[in-house]
């Protein structure tokens, strides 16, 4: 059956190979970012059962949120699938980071999925039924050198997930996350060959993930019932 989704931070990377995966097996998607959505991104659903949608909007802003999620209740008439996957880096070493660069990465990657989460779940309460996937990261679950701004962000998102999954399972919504390593994506295509031959030596499967192994996560959290507040690590082993 058709679900409606809504999928933030779709325009690239992980966001977009979910949004992909949802549309190709015939669910409506709602595709989002914070500047309109380039030609060659729409393109890439031509072949869609359902014509995609798209909100522009900042989920770091709470009123902005809401008005996306109106919106999208307001065209479909409900929400199925809510999947928090927006986030930004600003790294840098704790003794050099502005105060703008963590406050920054916070709202977006951990408000963000408050502000989304916040103003969907009252329509998934009145429909006794729902799914929210918050997509967290290695980083949140190991630390990482240089970023305490987006481990702490991510670490944040696992206890958001915790904590609103026993809000909402008496009503048959399910809040899990998933905790992806390192993904082949545009931001891992900017690292030095150093750094990549350092980071494949982590890695037990010796090799980067692809964004559809992410995706293929959405999926099973979608389609199995009796999962709820759970992490699913998608890593290549590099957090055993």
């Given at each position: 059956?058709?679900?409606?989704?809504?999928?933030?931070?779709?325009?690239?990377?992980?966001?977009?190979?979910?949004?992909?995966?949802?549309?190709?097996?015939?669910?409506?998607?709602?595709?989002?970012?914070?500047?309109?959505?380039k030609?060659?991104?729409?393109?890439?659903?031509?072949?869609?059962?359902?014509?995609?949608?798209?909100?522009?909007?900042?989920?770091?802003?709470?009123?902005?949120?809401?008005?996306?999620?109106?919106?999208?209740?307001?065209?479909?008439?409900?929400?199925?699938?809510l999947?928090?996957?927006?986030?930004?880096?600003?790294?840098?070493?704790?003794?050099?980071?502005?105060?703008?660069?963590?406050?920054?990465?916070?709202?977006t990657?951990?408000?963000?999925?408050?502000?989304?989460?916040?103003?969907t779940?009252?329509?998934?309460?009145?429909?006794?039924?729902?799914?929210?996937?918050?997509?967290?990261?290695?980083?949140?679950?190991?630390?990482?050198?240089?970023?305490?701004?987006?481990?702490a962000?991510?670490?944040?998102?696992?206890?958001?997930?915790?904590?609103?999954?026993?809000?909402l399972a008496?009503?048959?919504?399910?809040?899990?996350?998933?905790?992806?390593?390192?993904?082949?994506?545009?931001?891992?295509?900017?690292?030095?060959?150093?750094?990549?031959?350092?980071?494949?030596?982590?890695?037990?499967?010796?090799?980067?993930?692809?964004?559809?192994?992410?995706?293929?996560a959405?999926?099973?959290?979608?389609?199995?019932?009796y999962?709820?507040?759970?992490?699913?690590?998608?890593?290549?082993?590099?957090?055993?």
């Amino acid at each position: 059956m058709s679900q409606v989704c809504v999928v933030t931070g779709s325009s690239r990377g992980i966001g977009l190979a979910i949004a992909k995966q949802l549309a190709d097996e015939g669910h409506q998607v709602v595709l989002n970012s914070r500047s309109p959505l380039k030609p060659e991104v729409l393109e890439q659903f031509a072949d869609a059962k359902l014509e995609v949608g798209t909100i522009v909007g900042d989920v770091s802003d709470f009123a902005d949120a809401e008005r996306m999620i109106t919106a999208v209740k307001e065209q479909y008439g409900r929400i199925d699938v809510l999947v928090n996957n927006a986030g930004i880096t600003r790294d840098g070493l704790v003794m050099r980071m502005k105060e703008e660069d963590f406050d920054q990465v916070i709202a977006t990657n951990l408000k963000g999925c408050f502000n989304m989460a916040r103003h969907t779940t009252p329509i998934m309460l009145k429909q006794r039924s729902g799914t929210i996937i918050n997509v967290s990261s290695v980083s949140g679950i190991m630390g990482n050198a240089g970023q305490v701004n987006y481990a702490a962000s991510k670490a944040g998102v696992i206890g958001l997930t915790k904590s609103l999954a026993r809000e909402l399972a008496s009503r048959s919504i399910t809040v899990n996350t998933i905790a992806p390593g390192f993904i082949e994506t545009d931001m891992t295509a900017e690292m030095s060959e150093r750094v990549t031959e350092a980071m494949l030596g982590e890695i037990p499967l010796k090799r980067f993930g692809q964004a559809e192994e992410v995706a293929s996560a959405v999926k099973f959290l979608m389609e199995n019932r009796y999962v709820t507040g759970q992490t699913i690590e998608v890593n290549g082993g590099l957090h055993i």
